[in-house]
C-alpha cells in the first residue's frame, strides 16, 4: 500500500504544480510512506474545482437503495476559500403584512356595527287658555280664579316672546271694582308690532298706532305673520245673556290664539297658547301646572303689583279711582296684621304710588282671593 501512495503522489504531483491551482504557495502536503515521508505537492494553495466527487449514499429502510449526493469539503489555508454569507433578508411580506393589518383595523373602527341610540324628541309644551270675564274673574293656565280689583295696568302675559297687558278699570256697575278695558299684544313673537283693542265705548282696535278693522265684519293681516278678524262668530267666554257678539280674533305666531270680546265698557278674553320655555307669568300665572301659587298675592309678589314704567307698552297710565265703596271695604276687612303686610308688599312692589295706587293695591291684596268682592261692595253702597 506504501508503494500504491508513493505510486499516487508521483502522479498527482505535476498537476498541482501546473496552472490547476488556484492560489498562491502553500506547505508541501505530504503522504505517509512507512517511515518515510513522500512530498505531494509544493507551491499551491487549494485546487479550484466546479464541483466536488460524487459519493453514493445508501439509503432506504433497508438501506439497500441509494442516491448520489455531491458534497464539498474545505480544505486549504484558512480551511478553504468559502465563506458563509447570509441571505439578504426580505422584508416586503412583512411590511404588507402590516399595512393590511392597519387597512383591516380602520375598516373595523369605521364600519364596525355601533349600538343603537334612540333619541326621543323632547314632547312638545302643553297648550292651555286662559279665560277673563266680567269683573275681572280670571281662569289661570292653570286653572286659578284670582281676581284684580284695583285700577291700573297689568301684566297678563309677561314672557320673553309673548307680551300681553291688561288695563283694569272700575265702571258704573261694579262701584269702582275693575273690569278689563283694554288690552295690548306685542312682543319678539311678533317682530315688534303691537295690536291693542279696547271696549265698543272707547272704539280703540289699531295695529301698529294705526286703527283696523272699522267695518264689521272686517279682516287684515300682518302678511306672513298674523291675522285678525272680526265678527259676530264665536263661543263667548260669559254664559250671560248677550244679544250681539262683537269678536276680534287673533291668529299669532308660536301657536297662540286671541280671541277678545267687546261689549259696551269692558272685555272678556280667552287666551290659548303654548307654555313658553323660558317661563312666563302675569294675571293668567305662571303656567307651571300647579293651580295653588296663582293666587293674586303670589302673582303680584312675583312680577310687582301694577306693570313698571320701562315695561309699559300703552302710551300713558290711567288715572286710578278709589270708589267710597272700596274705602269702606278696606275700613271695615282689611285692618290689623293683613293691613300692614298688604301696606309693606304694596311699597316694595309699586314705583312711587299715589294714594290712589297705594288703595288699589291694598285692596288687591286683601280681597283678590274673594271671587265675589263685588257683593260685598253692595252692602256698602249709599245707592
Known amino acids: 500500500s506504501s508503494h500504491f501512495v508513493s505510486s ?48 453514493m449514499t445508501f439509503v432506504g429502510q433497508g438501506h439497500g437503495e441509494y442516491i448520489v449526493e455531491t458534497q464539498y469539503k474545505y480544505v486549504g489555508h484558512g480551511a478553504g476559500i468559502y465563506s458563509m454569507v447570509a441571505p439578504k433578508k426580505n422584508f416586503t411580506g412583512l411590511i404588507l403584512a402590516g399595512l393590511l393589518a392597519v387597512v383591516l383595523l380602520i375598516f373595523l373602527i369605521v364600519f364596525w356595527p355601533r349600538p343603537t341610540t334612540t333619541t326621543t324628541p323632547a314632547p312638545p309644551p302643553p297648550i292651555a287658555e286662559c ?131 267687546r261689549w259696551e265698557n269692558y272685555l272678556d278674553l280667552k287666551i290659548v297658547m303654548p307654555r313658553q320655555e323660558t317661563g ?18 303670589q302673582i303680584m309678589e312675583r312680577i310687582g303689583a301694577r306693570v313698571a314704567d320701562q315695561d309699559m307698552l300703552f302710551h300713558h297710565r290711567v288715572a286710578v279711582d278709589f270708589t267710597p265703596e272700596m274705602q269702606a271695604m278696606l275700613t271695615a276687612d282689611c285692618i290689623g296684621d293683613k293691613l300692614t303686610q298688604a301696606t309693606a308688599a304694596c311699597q316694595e312692589e309699586l314705583y312711587v304710588p299715589s294714594d290712589e295706587e297705594m288703595r288699589s293695591c291694598l285692596f288687591d291684596k286683601c280681597f283678590g282671593a274673594n271671587e265675589h268682592a263685588l257683593r260685598t261692595a253692595q252692602t256698602f253702597s249709599t245707592a
Open 280 to 297: 312666563q307669568d302675569g294675571s293668567c300665572g305662571n303656567f307651571n301646572g300647579v293651580a295653588e301659587d296663582d293666587t293674586t298675592v
Open 131 to 261: 279665560l277673563f270675564w266680567g269683573d275681572p274673574h280670571i281662569k289661570t293656565f292653570d286653572g286659578a280664579h284670582p281676581s284684580f280689583y284695583g285700577e291700573g295696568e297689568f301684566w297678563i302675559v309677561k314672557s320673553d316672546a309673548v307680551q300681553i297687558q291688561g288695563r283694569y278699570t272700575g265702571t258704573k256697575y261694579t262701584l269702582g271694582l275693575a273690569a278689563t278695558n283694554r288690552i295690548v299684544v306685542s312682543g319678539s313673537f311678533l317682530q315688534g308690532h303691537t295690536i291693542v283693542v279696547g271696549t265698543l265705548e272707547s272704539g280703540v282696535l289699531t295695529a301698529d298706532g294705526q286703527p283696523v278693522l272699522q267695518s264689521f265684519p272686517s279682516f287684515y293681516s300682518l302678511p306672513g305673520l298674523a291675522s285678525l278678524s272680526y265678527d259676530g262668530h264665536g263661543e263667548l267666554v260669559d254664559k250671560a245673556d248677550h244679544t250681539t257678539k262683537h269678536i276680534v280674533h287673533m291668529d299669532l305666531p308660536n301657536q297662540v290664539t286671541i280671541d277678545v270680546m
Open 8 to 55: 499516487l503522489a508521483r502522479f498527482v504531483a505535476p498537476f498541482l504544480r501546473s496552472g490547476l491551482c488556484s492560489a498562491g504557495p502553500m506547505p508541501p502536503i505530504f503522504a505517509a510512506n512507512g517511515g518515510a515521508d513522500v512530498e505531494v505537492a509544493a507551491g499551491c494553495a487549494v485546487c479550484s474545482m466546479n464541483t466536488g466527487p460524487a459519493v
